[in-house]
T-cell receptor, first 112, second 109 residues
Framework: DADVTQTPRNRITKTGKRIMLECSQT?????MYWYRQDPGLGLRLIYY???????NKGEISDGYSVSRQAQAKFSLSLESAIPNQTALYFC???????????FGEGSRLTVL | DQQVKQNSPSLSVQEGRISILNCDYT??????FLWYKKYPAEGPTFLIS?????DKNEDGRFTVFLNKSAKHLSLHIVPSQPGDSAVYFC????????FGAGTRLTVKP
């Protein structure tokens, strides 16, 4: 089983719909992140959390919200999806001090 | 405003030769640099890192060089193998990780 699990792996939705992407990890890491990948832009940071009570905005947080339900769970929500949020989304975890991120397999979201 | 830039979208090399992937950054607060490798339909995986107090770090066939004055780092793969074909991302961090756009490396047999 993967250490960082994302659900769903693929989702097609319509403009204006609410969508949630979930991430759970069994690595015991405190830090969790949400990135989106777009062609030519690489990975851009949406939100990150250094522990359950700590949530921080990344480069591109507008239109997104997050919830850190537990140390092992970090969810990303799009309250009203729009087509330019079509992307590949990655959850990642890390341990303080190493800088190394461990990524999930990605969630491909298409907003029509 | 991309603080980490990989200006070459793609690179093709022959098996056995050296692959050199380049990365530039603008933020002098970055103190830790990493390279990640990504295969299709998988998440990125960590490859090698370097702290700003060093100028070189080597791990087997992979070496990362850091030139702080030029705000430039590079990844050398010697010898290149077909299994190295992937997208390589450069990343930099003081606390949150910022990534470049990636370079697609193709190693031809």
């Amino acid at each position: 089983d993967a250490d960082v699990t994302q659900t769903p792996r693929n989702r097609i939705t319509k403009t204006g719909k609410r969508i949630m992407l979930e991430c759970s990890q069994t690595k015991g890491h405190d830090r969790m992140y949400w990135y989106r990948q777009d062609p030519g832009l690489g990975l851009r940071l949406i939100y990150y959390s250094f522990d359950v009570k700590d949530i921080n905005k990344g480069e591109i947080s507008d239109g997104y919200s997050v919830s850190r339900q537990a140390q092992a769970k970090f969810s990303l929500s799009l309250e009203s999806a729009i087509p330019n949020q079509t992307a590949l989304y990655f959850c990642a975890t890390s341990v303080r001090g190493t800088g190394e991120l461990f990524f999930g397999e990605g969630s491909r979201l298409t907003v029509l | 405003d991309q603080q980490v830039k990989q200006n070459s979208p793609s690179l093709s090399v022959q098996e056995g030769r050296i692959s050199i992937l380049n990365c530039d950054y603008t933020n002098s607060m970055f103190d830790y640099f990493l390279w990640y490798k990504k295969y299709p339909a998988e998440g990125p995986t960590f490859l090698i890192s370097i702290s700003s107090i060093k100028d070189k770090n080597e791990d087997g066939r992979f070496t990362v060089f850091l030139n702080k004055s030029a705000k430039h780092l590079s990844l050398h793969i010697v010898p290149s193998q077909p299994g190295d074909s992937a997208v390589y991302f450069c990343a930099a961090s003081p606390w949150d990780m910022r990534f470049g756009a990636g370079t697609r490396l193709t190693v031809k047999p």
